[in-house]
């Protein structure tokens, strides 16, 4: 199983482009591949922010991350799993209401009307 690991903007080494934006859903997440890796991005179009994390959900390790719905829980932008509505912070990864591991998270770069995301390899 590939591992997943947050990414700190200030780590990234390769920006990977994930499409143009308008290839994207507003409000609502996407699923892209890197390498092994299935990552989602979220366009939250209230705040116009651009999150991504793992697709996968460590609750029952299923890739369904991108098909969540998105929210906010205390200015904190969010997506729950559409299987058992595990929230994760999109901003740390964190688990929001339970005590799942938490996902990995990794930075969004816009350019020139595409969307970058950013990996250490
Ligand atoms: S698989 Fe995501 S909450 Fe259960």
Redesign the pocket.
């Known amino acids: 199983m590939t591992a997943y690991q947050t990414i700190l903007p200030n780590q990234v080494t390769t920006w990977f482009r994930a499409g143009r934006t308008d290839q994207f859903p507003v409000g609502a997440g996407a699923t892209i591949k890197y390498g092994q890796r299935q990552i989602a991005v979220f366009y939250f179009n209230r705040t116009q922010r651009w999150y991504a994390c793992q697709n996968l959900?460590?609750?029952?390790?299923?890739n369904?991350?991108g098909r969540g719905l998105i929210g906010e829980q205390d200015g904190v932008p969010k997506v729950a799993?559409?299987?058992?509505?595990?929230t994760f912070s999109l901003e740390t990864g964190e688990n929001l209401n339970g005590d799942?591991p938490p996902v990995a998270v990794f930075p969004v770069r816009i350019e020139g009307g595409d969307v970058y995301v950013g990996f250490i390899d």
Do not use: N
């Not at 959900?57 to 299923?62: A, F, G, I, T």
């Not at 799993?81 to 595990?86: A, D, G, I, S």
């Open positions: 959900c460590p609750h029952k390790l299923e369904v991350l799993c559409p299987l058992h509505k595990r799942c």
